[in-house]
């Protein structure tokens, strides 16, 4: 098993450890870095509030984001990070953790995060490689989806909540309590502030699906803040036309950031 050591620093910053792996899987030429787009998210996840929304549609890679992001943290502090991952259901929130996986595995620079032999590996919840078996009862990632049982019980440091709301899941008032409760149980086991080297953050990632989506709730009475990313004006039908969200604020808690 690799040894982990701190990231270089030439690859500390988050957009060049972004631009690092988009390379090394064939995502941009060996010269390329992340879209404007990427970055911006990138940036808000690292530098923005600790509960925030990104609003984003087809195209934009959020989930790839949300894995880069979450490989950078666990790069930065192996022990003590753990990452869930919810989504709308467990097998779209594996395709996530498996992506990492995949990285721990066959990228030089992260192998020191590839499971141990005899630790948790499975893609639904696994330990990074500097982890000893047995020592925490939350694993460092883990994968589930948000209507699951498995959502409760072990605390995180980070939740990046990827696409829960769908129309099945929010069609009806009675459903949209159900998610909204099970988005109130992220509040309830995010670990506290104790002076760890990166801050607990709740970011949802998503595309809202009705006017009462879940996210605008969120914006509206949890002062979650919230940015909508688009599409290049060559690839957006709606040729780069940016505003607020609908019924969202534009600046204070709970503000709808456009860029």
């Not at 701190?6 to 390379?23: G, H, S, T, V, W």
């Not at 499975?122 to 000893?132: E, H, L, R, T, Y």
């Amino acid at each position: 098993m690799t040894t982990w050591e701190p990231l270089p620093p030439e690859l500390e910053p988050l957009p060049n450890f972004a631009a690092f792996i988009l390379r090394e899987i064939g995502l941009v030429p060996p010269d390329g870095a992340p879209t404007k787009q990427q970055l911006g998210i990138l940036d808000w996840m690292q530098n923005g509030p600790d509960r925030q929304i990104t609003i984003g549609f087809r195209g934009v890679a959020k989930s790839t984001m949300a894995a880069i992001y979450a490989s950078w943290r666990l790069m930065r502090d192996p022990i003590n990070e753990k990452i869930l991952i919810p989504s709308n259901t467990q097998e779209k929130a594996v395709e996530i953790t498996t992506q990492m996986l995949n990285w721990f595995q066959n990228i030089e620079l992260l192998q020191c995060l590839a499971p141990r032999p005899d630790g948790r590996s499975s893609a639904k919840n696994f330990d990074v490689g500097p982890v000893i078996p047995g020592r925490d009862q939350a694993p460092s990632v883990r994968a589930c989806g948000i209507l699951s049982s498995a959502l409760t019980g072990k605390r995180c440091s980070c939740a990046i909540p990827d696409d829960i709301e769908t129309l099945n899941n929010s069609i009806t008032p009675l459903k949209q309590e159900r998610l909204a409760n099970a988005v109130t149980e992220l509040e309830q086991i995010i670990l506290p502030d104790e002076g760890q080297l990166l801050p607990r953050q709740i970011m949802f990632l998503g595309t809202p699906h009705l006017e009462t989506s879940l996210y605008l709730e969120l914006s509206r009475r949890r002062g979650y803040a919230v940015r909508l990313r688009r599409l290049p004006r060559s690839a957006d039908p709606g040729r780069g036309r940016s505003g607020p969200v609908a019924g969202g604020r534009t600046h204070g808690p709970g503000a709808v950031r456009v860029r």
